[in-house]
């Protein structure tokens, strides 16, 4: 008979609230748990389950900054189109004549060089934010959330090596894999991002495999390394077997991550009153 083991009291919604507030609400996985403490002898299982819980958190509002920021990049590439005209009609037609008029190729590139800088200078002027922020603001959400779900995937593959839980852990990490096969693949691309940019994954030299994605990139000779690539098969990184590799950035993939964690804790040997996971239920 299993001896009931001390209640672990889940954390306080505090930074969901504040998130709320940020002008985008997010529809998130509701998580029950069966019971509030587990019935088994490893006290160590349940304290793994609460950092696989964290790691979910973390990629929920991972993908609320993803989506904030995608949604503002929209705006501002409109914006920055408006106001770019606004500020070229500002240019005397003179000028752009002389460029025009220079015969010398390099004479014509410096003096559109000079154009450009005009341009920025009036940027800086006006406080613009420069175009590559936004984008590098979508990287840094989207590496947080691939890097959360293998944080999550690690915490379950921990929990799988007790004796106790491991039924219940393989159950919910088959359907992982099989809703999110190339996670590991991106993951390591990420860590040794290093070694891609050289066409390497450790010693050995990577093969690139020909790549279609439709309506992204189109390489049927391969030859071409792909990192941190937003493409129409989402977050995509060349993997070190040379094929692509990718993870959807959305709510789909959040929530395939929420089903494998039910799956492991409705396997689970629980007691006492069935009790909601608060951090990952606002609305």
Not at 28 to 47: A, C, N, S
Not at 73 to 81: D, F, G, H, V
Not at 147 to 163: M, N
């Amino acid at each position: 008979m299993h001896r009931a083991k001390r209640f672990i009291a889940p954390r306080k919604a505090s930074v969901f609230e504040a998130i709320e507030t940020a002008g985008k609400a997010l529809q998130v996985p509701l998580i029950v748990y069966p019971g509030t403490f587990l019935e088994l002898e490893d006290r160590e299982v349940q304290p793994l389950l609460s950092l696989a819980e964290s790691a979910l958190q973390t990629a929920t509002v991972a993908l609320h900054d993803y989506l904030i920021a995608v949604e503002s990049r929209q705006r501002a590439e409109i914006t920055q189109r408006e106001v770019r005209a606004a500020r070229a009609s500002k240019i005397s037609e003179a000028v752009f004549r002389k460029t025009l008029q220079l015969s010398a190729p390099e004479q014509r590139d410096w003096h559109r060089l000079e154009i450009e800088k005009a341009f920025h200078r009036q940027s800086e002027k006006d406080n613009d934010e420069p175009s590559w922020l936004f984008h590098v603001r979508e990287r840094i959400a989207a590496d947080a959330f691939a890097l959360a779900l293998w944080d999550f995937r690690s915490l379950l593959a921990q929990v799988q090596r007790r004796q106790e839980a491991r039924t219940a852990v393989e159950i919910g990490l088959t359907f992982f894999d099989q809703e999110l096969p190339h996670l590991k693949g991106v993951r390591d691309s990420m860590a040794h991002a290093d070694e891609r940019a050289v066409g390497r994954a450790g010693n050995k030299k990577i093969n690139t495999k020909a790549i279609d994605i439709p309506g992204s990139i189109k390489a049927p000779k391969g030859r071409v390394f792909i990192s941190r690539c937003m493409t129409s098969e989402g977050y995509s990184f060349t993997t070190r077997n040379g094929e692509i590799g990718s993870v959807r950035i959305d709510g789909k993939t959040l929530e395939a991550a929420a089903e494998t964690f039910r799956k492991v804790i409705e396997a689970l040997p629980w007691g006492v009153r069935p009790l909601i996971a608060s951090l990952l239920s606002f609305r």
